[in-house]
Protein backbone atom coordinates (compact mmCIF):
# COMPACT_ATOMS: atom_id res chain seq x y z
CA UNK A 1 0.00 0.00 0.00
CA UNK A 2 2.79 2.47 0.74
CA UNK A 3 4.30 1.29 -2.17
CA UNK A 4 1.24 2.54 -4.36
CA UNK A 5 1.07 6.11 -2.35
CA UNK A 6 4.54 6.65 -3.29
CA UNK A 7 4.04 6.17 -7.09
CA UNK A 8 0.48 8.46 -7.13
CA UNK A 9 2.64 10.84 -5.12
CA UNK A 10 5.53 10.71 -7.10
CA UNK A 11 2.72 10.76 -10.43
CA UNK A 12 1.29 13.87 -9.30
CA UNK A 13 4.01 15.63 -7.65
CA UNK A 14 7.32 14.60 -9.27
CA UNK A 15 8.63 14.30 -5.67
CA UNK A 16 9.66 10.75 -4.81
CA UNK A 17 9.13 10.36 -0.76
CA UNK A 18 10.20 6.94 -0.32
CA UNK A 19 7.15 6.03 2.08
CA UNK A 20 8.04 2.46 2.54
CA UNK A 21 11.60 3.31 3.79
CA UNK A 22 11.18 6.10 5.44
CA UNK A 23 8.08 5.59 7.82
CA UNK A 24 7.86 6.33 11.42
CA UNK A 25 8.49 2.47 13.30
CA UNK A 26 8.29 3.87 16.89
CA UNK A 27 4.07 3.09 17.93
CA UNK A 28 4.72 5.76 20.87
CA UNK A 29 5.58 8.37 18.13
CA UNK A 30 2.94 7.52 15.71
CA UNK A 31 0.54 7.86 18.43
CA UNK A 32 2.23 11.20 19.47
CA UNK A 33 1.91 12.21 15.63
CA UNK A 34 -2.12 10.85 15.46
CA UNK A 35 -2.88 13.13 18.49
CA UNK A 36 -1.29 16.04 17.45
CA UNK A 37 -3.02 16.38 14.60
CA UNK A 38 -6.69 15.49 16.33
CA UNK A 39 -5.95 18.21 19.33
CA UNK A 40 -4.79 20.52 15.89
CA UNK A 41 -7.97 19.30 13.94
CA UNK A 42 -9.90 20.28 17.71
CA UNK A 43 -8.66 23.30 18.15
CA UNK A 44 -7.51 22.40 21.95
CA UNK A 45 -6.09 25.04 23.87
CA UNK A 46 -2.48 23.97 24.49
CA UNK A 47 -2.34 25.45 27.78
CA UNK A 48 -0.22 23.08 30.35
CA UNK A 49 2.14 21.29 27.11
CA UNK A 50 5.45 22.99 26.70
CA UNK A 51 7.60 21.95 23.27
CA UNK A 52 10.12 20.04 23.25
CA UNK A 53 12.87 20.33 20.66
CA UNK A 54 11.85 19.72 16.90
CA UNK A 55 13.76 16.63 15.78
CA UNK A 56 12.73 14.67 12.29
CA UNK A 57 9.55 12.97 13.82
CA UNK A 58 8.40 16.29 14.29
CA UNK A 59 6.42 18.26 17.76
CA UNK A 60 6.35 15.91 20.74
CA UNK A 61 4.14 17.44 22.95
CA UNK A 62 5.42 16.99 27.03
CA UNK A 63 3.78 18.12 30.18
CA UNK A 64 5.14 21.30 32.43
CA UNK A 65 5.70 21.12 36.22
CA UNK A 66 3.72 21.17 38.59
CA UNK A 67 4.94 24.57 40.53
CA UNK A 68 2.42 24.73 43.24
CA UNK A 69 1.19 22.81 45.98
CA UNK A 70 -2.12 22.01 46.58
CA UNK A 71 -4.41 23.98 48.41
CA UNK A 72 -6.36 20.61 50.14
CA UNK A 73 -5.04 20.42 53.97
CA UNK A 74 -5.34 17.51 55.79
CA UNK A 75 -5.23 17.64 59.59
CA UNK A 76 -4.38 14.33 61.26
CA UNK A 77 -6.09 15.17 64.18
CA UNK A 78 -9.50 15.53 62.89
CA UNK A 79 -11.72 12.29 62.16
CA UNK A 80 -10.75 10.41 59.54
CA UNK A 81 -13.02 8.99 56.71
CA UNK A 82 -13.92 6.12 59.18
CA UNK A 83 -15.23 8.39 61.88
CA UNK A 84 -12.44 7.37 64.66
CA UNK A 85 -10.59 9.49 66.49
CA UNK A 86 -7.40 7.68 65.99
CA UNK A 87 -6.39 4.68 65.08
CA UNK A 88 -6.54 2.83 68.45
CA UNK A 89 -10.10 3.03 67.78
CA UNK A 90 -9.67 0.48 64.84
CA UNK A 91 -7.55 -1.58 66.95
CA UNK A 92 -10.60 -1.70 69.66
CA UNK A 93 -13.10 -2.15 67.60
CA UNK A 94 -11.06 -5.37 65.88
CA UNK A 95 -10.66 -6.78 68.84
CA UNK A 96 -14.26 -7.13 69.99
CA UNK A 97 -15.36 -8.27 66.66
CA UNK A 98 -12.81 -11.27 67.09
CA UNK A 99 -14.34 -12.00 70.85
CA UNK A 100 -17.71 -12.24 69.34
Sequence with gaps: MAA??????????????RISQ???RCFCHKVAL????GLKALEVSSDGIT???NSTLGFV??????CEQSEEIVDEEENNEFGLDNV???????ADQQEH
Excluded: F, M, R
Design 34 to 37: ILNA
Design 61 to 66: PGLSSI
Design 88 to 94: NDLDIDE
Design 22 to 24: NHI
Design 51 to 53: KTK
Design 4 to 17: KVDKLIYKKTGVQL
